[in-house]
C-alpha cells in the first residue's frame, strides 16, 4: 500500500499534462513505514523531453538525476521510495519496457493521459522474480475528516 495525498497527486497530474504529448517522469519521496507501506511526502519532477527517441515512448531517469533526486530527499530526511510517469493516451499500466526497467520495492506510479487531459493514476509493484508487475493499493486522504 501507498499513502498519496491530494496535492501531491495533483502535482503528478499537472506535470502530466504539461509534458503531454511527450512522457513526464520524476521521484517519490517520502519514508517506507512498514512492510508493504509506503507513505508519499512529496514529488520530484524530472523532464523527460529531451532525446527525441525516448520522448514518446519511454521514461528514463539518468542516473545524475537520480543521484541529485536522492540528496535532496537526504537533506528532508525523507527517502526515494518510487518513481512516477506518465501514459500519454495509453492506460495507467506499466509496458514491457517499464518491467524491464524497474527494481523491486519502488513503487511505480503511472498516469494516464487521454488527449491531454490526465486521468486514471495507479500505482504498482515488481514481483521480487521481476516476472511482472503487481497493482498497489493507494490509500488516499481523507477528505470527510
Ligand atoms: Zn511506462
Request: charged share 30%.
Amino acid at each position: 500500500m501507498i499513502q498519496l495525498e491530494e496535492i501531491q497527486r495533483d502535482e503528478i497530474a499537472q506535470h502530466a499534462e504539461r509534458d503531454y504529448p511527450y512522457e513526464c517522469c520524476g521521484l517519490l519521496l517520502g519514508r517506507f513505514e512498514a512492510p508493504g507501506l509506503k507513505s508519499i511526502s512529496e514529488i520530484y519532477a524530472i523532464s523527460n523531453a529531451r532525446e527525441e527517441q525516448a520522448k514518446r515512448s519511454r521514461f528514463l531517469i539518468r542516473p545524475e538525476e537520480l543521484l541529485q533526486g536522492e540528496q535532496y530527499a537526504a537533506e528532508r530526511g525523507l527517502d526515494v521510495i518510487g518513481f512516477y510517469h506518465s501514459h500519454p493516451d495509453h492506460p495507467a499500466v506499466p509496458s514491457q519496457y517499464d518491467l524491464e526497467h524497474a527494481w523491486p520495492v519502488y513503487s511505480y506510479i503511472v498516469v494516464s493521459v487521454m488527449a491531454g487531459a490526465a486521468g486514471d493514476l495507479r500505482s504498482w509493484e515488481m514481483e521480487s522474480d521481476r516476472s511482472t508487475f503487481t497493482e498497489e493499493e493507494i490509500l488516499g486522504s481523507n477528505k470527510d475528516s
